[in-house]
């Protein structure tokens, strides 16, 4: 069972930026498709970015353009680099792959 650690969360101004990184452990990270989630006070757990073991990539629209998904399967790494931050994207920041999820990292954007 591969375990991820989220980090790289924080308070940020509109229209800043932060890069979240997500370590995985427990092996076989190079065969899943990896995707970060967020979930903000009082609404569902939803996708915001998807990278398959090929490096394709999906985003959600409400990110699109901001947001870049990477992974580094030398490192066991996948991260998400957020740009041009706005208040709606304030949740806590999830890693996942399969079943497994990490405990999430929070992002705050002030307005």
């Known amino acids: 069972q591969v375990e991820l650690v989220e980090s790289g969360g924080g308070l940020v101004q509109a229209g800043g930026s932060l890069r979240l990184s997500c370590v995985a452990s427990g092996g076989g990270f190079s065969l899943y498709t990896m995707g970060w989630f967020r979930q903000a006070p009082g609404k569902e757990r939803e996708l915001v970015a998807r990278?398959?073991?090929?490096?394709?990539?999906y985003y959600a629209e409400s990110v699109k353009g901001r947001f870049t998904i990477s992974r580094d399967n030398a490192k066991n790494m996948v991260y998400l680099q957020m740009n041009k931050l706005k208040p709606e994207d304030t949740a806590v920041y999830y890693c996942n792959a399969a079943t497994a999820w990490g405990k999430g990292t929070l992002v705050t954007v002030s307005s």
């Open positions: 990278i398959t073991r090929a490096g394709t990539n």
